[in-house]
Each structure stands twice: as C-alpha cells, then as structure tokens.
C-alpha cells in the first residue's frame, strides 16, 4: 500500500494553485448566523431559550424547532439577520448555563462574496 503522507509541490504560478490561493482568501461577508440550542428529548424549554435572545429578539427571522428520536434529543435553531458574533457568544453562554440545555453553539450561514 503507499503511503498518502508525501506532500506535492506546485509552482506558485500554476493557474490552480493561483485559483485556490484566490478563492480561500476571499473575504466572508457573515450576515446571518444560526443559534442552536440543545435539550434531551421533553426538556427543551422555547420560552426560556427565547428570554435569552433579550433586546436581539426582533433581529430572529427565523426559527426551527426539530426532534430526534433517534437519538432522543430536542433543538431549536433560530436564524438571526444581524446578530454580531460576540452578542451570540453571550447567548450561548447563557444557554449553556440552564440546567435543561444540553449545548449550544452559532455558526454563519452566509456564503462568501464573490
């Protein structure tokens, strides 16, 4: 079997090279963020979660609510138009710190501009 360690060299002037180098330092322009929170199935608590958003509430424009029971758990996502990542770090935080919220977490979710 080969080994899959080697590292390919590539002249710095080659057109992929040059293509990849462009498009991995395109700024991200990150609008909207998705808030996820977390809690074993039955224990989810929306009215708690929602108190949390406080003052950035009328900034959510969108929410889902889903169950797994296959995995027996609960999760509302709450998709904010113009949220800054620190203020969703706060949230989470907050989150975290109910006894019933098993994570939390945000992530992006705009594409980057071309």
């Known amino acids: 079997m080969q080994s ?3 590292q390919i060299e590539a002249a710095p002037d ?4 040059q293509g990849m180098t462009t498009r991995d330092s395109a700024p991200l322009q990150h609008d909207r963020y998705r808030l996820t929170v977390r809690a074993k199935a039955g ?3 929306v009215v708690a979660a929602w108190q949390v958003l406080g003052c950035e509430a009328p900034q ?3 929410v ?3 169950v797994d029971r296959r995995h027996s758990f609960e999760e509302m996502t709450i ?4 949220v800054s990542p620190d203020t969703l770090a706060t949230m ?3 989150l975290v710190a109910l006894p019933w919220a098993l994570d939390a977490y ?5 594409l980057p501009q071309a």
């Open 106 to 110: 945000f992530c992006p979710c705009a």
């Open 92 to 94: 989470v935080g907050r």
């Open 4 to 6: 899959t360690d080697e």
């Open 60 to 62: 959510a424009d969108h």
């Open 64 to 66: 889902r609510i889903r």
């Open 43 to 45: 224990n989810l608590r």
């Open 79 to 82: 998709t904010f138009a113009a």
């Open 14 to 17: 080659d057109p992929a090279v």
